[in-house]
T-cell receptor
Framework: GAVVSQHPSWVICKSGTSVKIECRSLDFQATTMFWYRQFPKQSLMLMATSNEGSKATYEQGVEKDKFLINHASLTLSTLTVTSAHPEDSSFYIC????????FGQGTRLTVV | GESVGLHLPTLSVQEGDNSIINCAYSNSASDYFIWYKQESGKGPQFIIDIRSNMDKRQGQRVTVLLNKTVKHLSLQIAATQPGDSAVYFCAETGGSYIPTFGRGTSLIVHP
């Protein structure tokens, strides 16, 4: 299966700042990547589909201006949480592959 | 296990026992189902999958059963080990091929 690497694994930031999370597909050229958010003891919720060379597709209720997604190459997608607030604290996970998805190790974001 | 609210249902078993984790899905158009294992602080890891034209599939120590009539999926783990302790999610895909995740079940294996 595909190997997916996320960076950083965890990050702590102050309210009002922006944080960028990287998702790299190490051995698979991905025209689409997927970003999920997971709150403690809950399931994964799809936030958006990242499309290489075009705009991301956001799920209903996800603010596109707050969660900026860039997919500039077939191996890299980035998620930037802008003007972060404590309620944005969560576990963010990316994946590649449709059907059988391969996930990164996740990024724990804590906004203080 | 079943649950209400947002809390994960929990299944506690003794090491060596067989575990059965259940999942109900709602989309009758779903044609591909996957079980994932998620250890604390990590991303989900693929365990086993099954397509809708099958009702059973076996892997190493794991078996997935699919009952399309009642839209029910189960994961059976034989001879459960402490390393199996994790949260298990079922996921379904339909025409979009983007997996939709179920609530998840926390499996706790006691040595």
């Amino acid at each position: 299966g595909a190997v997916v690497s996320q960076h950083p694994s965890w990050v702590i930031c102050k309210s009002g700042t922006s944080v960028k999370i990287e998702c790299r597909s190490l051995d698979f050229q991905a025209t689409t990547m997927f970003w999920y958010r997971q709150f403690p003891k809950q399931s994964l919720m799809l936030m958006a589909t990242s499309n290489e060379g075009s705009k991301a597709t956001y799920e209903q209720g996800v603010e596109k201006d707050k969660f900026l997604i860039n997919h500039a190459s077939l191996t890299l997608s980035t998620l930037t949480v802008t003007s972060a607030h404590p309620e944005d604290s969560s576990f963010y996970i990316c994946s590649v592959g449709e059907g059988e998805a391969f996930f990164g190790q996740g990024t724990r974001l804590t906004v203080v | 296990g079943e649950s209400v609210g947002l809390h994960l249902p929990t299944l506690s078993v003794q090491e060596g026992d067989n575990s059965i984790i259940n999942c109900a899905y709602s989309n009758s158009a779903s044609d591909y189902f996957i079980w994932y294992k998620q250890e604390s602080g990590k991303g989900p890891q693929f365990i086993i999958d099954i397509r809708s034209n099958m009702d059973k599939r076996q892997g190493q120590r794991v078996t997935v059963l699919l009952n399309k009539t009642v839209k029910h999926l189960s994961l059976q783990i034989a001879a459960t080990q402490p390393g199996d302790s994790a949260v298990y999610f079922c996921a379904e895909t339909g025409g979009s091929y983007i997996p939709t995740f179920g609530r998840g079940t926390s499996l706790i294996v006691h040595p």
